[in-house]
């Protein structure tokens, strides 16, 4: 079983500025098969990114994944208010399909 | 448009069996996998199994899962049905479905729905 490991576990930071999120994968995702997630209190999660680097459809591109093998990055440039969330990495190259414990982003 | 809805909350007892619908529109039904996902209250994403709604394979479950849960699908609705039984209480839960295609991830998610288990 691949392990998602999220850091920082929470982050804190104010409107305008960068947000760097790691997950570190304890086995190589094959074909980069990684997603990341954003999931607000009461919704269902949102896909942010596929295949470590392709932002899904609508999601603007402030939000940026990048990385390989065992080490990805979800990126949010200029923070926004609606921006707090929980973030998660999830790999879907092998079963079982796997999710790191997620990154709480708080905008101050 | 596309979406996936899902069936309402759930309350149950120890040791009963439940059943959620995840009922697939705005696309061809065949065409995605859909996947189950579980939160319990206050915690992480839980992967539960994966159904292939053209029925070419047969469902795959997680370990933790396997003897308990039950994957199906109905072509003729669009609809695909997850059962679990011999529920605790820690299975009180949010139970989610999500349809993934190609080498996306899991690009629809349903609204979820809400299984408590209490006596």
């Known amino acids: 079983e691949i392990v998602l490991t999220q850091s920082p576990g929470t982050l804190s930071l104010s409107p305008g500025e960068r947000a760097t999120l790691s997950c570190t994968a304890n086995?190589?995702?094959?074909?980069?098969?990684l997603a990341w997630y954003q999931q607000k209190p009461g919704q269902a999660p949102r896909l942010l990114i596929s295949g470590a680097s392709s932002r899904a459809t609508g999601i603007p591109d402030r939000f940026s994944g990048s990385g390989s093998g065992t080490d990805f990055t979800l990126t949010i440039s200029r923070l926004e208010p609606g921006d707090s969330a929980v973030y998660y990495c999830?790999?879907?190259?092998?079963?079982?399909?796997?999710f790191g414990q997620g990154t709480r982003l708080e905008i101050k | 448009q596309v979406q996936v809805v899902q069936s309402g909350a759930e309350v149950k007892k120890p040791g009963a069996s439940v059943r959620v619908s995840c009922k697939a529109s705005?696309?061809?039904?065949?065409?995605?996998?859909i996947h189950w996902v579980r939160q319990a209250p206050g915690q992480g994403l839980e992967w539960m199994g994966i159904?292939?709604?053209?029925?070419?394979?047969?469902?795959t479950y997680a370990q933790k899962f396997q003897g308990r849960v039950t994957l199906t699908r109905d072509t003729s609705t669009s609809t695909v049905y997850m059962d679990l039984s011999s529920l605790t209480s820690e299975d009180t839960a949010v139970y989610y479905c999500?349809?993934?295609?190609?080498?996306?991830?899991?690009?629809?998610w349903g609204q979820g729905t809400m299984v408590t288990v209490s006596s």
């Open positions: 086995h190589i995702v094959s074909s980069n098969y």
């Open positions: 159904i292939n709604p053209s029925g070419g394979t047969t469902p």
């Open positions: 999500a349809r993934r295609g190609g080498i996306q991830g899991f690009d629809i």
């Open positions: 705005g696309y061809s039904f065949t065409t995605y996998y």
């Open positions: 999830q790999q879907y190259t092998d079963s079982p399909i796997t």
